[in-house]
């Protein structure tokens, strides 16, 4: 049965207890018309000590159990690449919205599956890639799509840290999906998939740590009129910033331009700097947009479309193709 989300809070459940879901559920707190209801962790300790610090109604010590509670309408999905396949589905063929965190899944085939699931079964599905919501991103996107500035013909982006070479890190478990590109690689690919659209051509090259997965990528996105040099690295500290030179105009994300910030543009020799106040860590904005989605009746979002997904893991399935990187 179709449940009804018009007149009450949106009960929200976590599964994966790491890192990123702490800042989740920061966020989650801030919105009146949402709770977070029930928290799911391989560790009952884990699981009981988050739900107290974020006042969960309800934690469990194995994800299929949480996936039965028929009382939690959306969940977000915090475990590691390898996991965002099977966890989406356990929810979705549940009836529970699910909003999952980058990358979608490890590959087109897995992306399309989860598509498939969600369309039926008619539940909300969205990739949780929150930049797409952040005010100074639909900013930056508002200018380029009205050409306020003319036409895009460059863009430099890209995001990298150094980080000490751990695999009992996810970020460098190739089992887990760890390396460069599916982590923060696809960040600099979203700027210009969101804002120059498909590529016609891709050039990559990488590099790799001794495990096989990849300890920075280059990338060259070519189209008819413009060009993206995009690079994501765990090996030394990028500018993590989004360049866009436009005709008349070089606008800036600031660093870290995936996440809120500030923007700068530079025309004729003067730089405006734009500050969007944020009072957040940043996760609230695609809550927001996900629980209005929940609400109206909506099964796909019509910003962080079905297609857009799809685009994005065709694109990094076609630079691993060029690097050679296997999963
Ligand atoms: N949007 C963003 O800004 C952002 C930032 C960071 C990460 N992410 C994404 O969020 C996901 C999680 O990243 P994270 O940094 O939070 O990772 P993390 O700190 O390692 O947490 C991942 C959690 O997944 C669960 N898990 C399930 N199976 C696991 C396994 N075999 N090995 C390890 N953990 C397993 C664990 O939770 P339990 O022990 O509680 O079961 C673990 O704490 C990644 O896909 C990443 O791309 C997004």
Redesign the pocket.
């Given at each position: 049965m179709t449940k009804d989300h018009k007149n009450r809070r949106i009960k929200w459940g976590i599964i994966?207890?790491?890192?990123?879901?702490h800042k989740f559920a920061t966020d989650l707190l801030t919105i009146e018309d949402a709770e977070l209801y029930a928290v799911a962790?391989?560790?009952a300790k884990?699981a009981s000590e988050f739900a107290n610090q974020y006042e969960a109604k309800k934690y469990y010590n194995n994800y299929s159990e949480f996936a039965k509670d028929s009382g939690i309408d959306a969940v977000y999905i915090?475990?590691?690449?390898a996991?965002?396949k099977e966890n989406t589905l356990m929810c979705l063929k549940n009836g529970i919205a699910v909003l999952c965190?980058?990358?979608f899944a490890m590959n087109r085939e897995e992306v399309n599956e989860m598509i498939t699931i969600a369309k039926q079964n008619n539940v909300l599905l969205m990739e949780?890639l929150?930049t797409y919501f952040l005010p100074h991103y639909q900013y930056i996107l508002n200018l380029l799509k009205n050409e306020i500035y003319g036409k895009v013909t460059t863009l430099n982006a890209n995001f990298g840290f150094f980080r000490e070479y751990d695999t009992s890190s996810?970020l460098f478990n190739k089992s887990?999906g760890g390396g460069s590109l599916l982590?923060i690689g696809i960040y600099p690919i979203f700027a210009a998939l969101s804002t120059l659209g498909l590529p016609k051509h891709i050039e990559a090259d990488a590099t790799y740590f001794e495990n096989g997965t990849d300890a920075s990528c280059d990338m060259i996105f070519t189209s008819n009129n413009s060009t993206a040099h995009l690079r994501s690295s765990l090996l030394e500290d990028l500018s993590t910033e989004a360049i866009f030179q436009c005709d008349s105009a070089t606008l800036k994300i600031n660093t870290q331009f995936h996440a809120p910030t500030t923007v700068s543009i530079i025309q004729n020799g003067k730089e405006e700097n734009i500050d969007f106040n944020y009072n957040t860590i940043g996760y609230n904005f695609e809550v927001i947009h996900f629980n209005k989605l929940l609400r109206d009746g909506h099964t796909e979002s019509d910003i962080m479309t079905f297609k857009f997904s799809q685009n994005l893991i065709n694109t990094l399935d076609t630079v691993r193709e060029i690097i050679n990187l296997k999963y």
């Open positions: 994966g207890l790491g890192n990123i879901a962790s391989r560790s884990k915090a475990t590691p690449h996991m965002h965190e980058k990358p949780a929150w996810r887990l982590d």
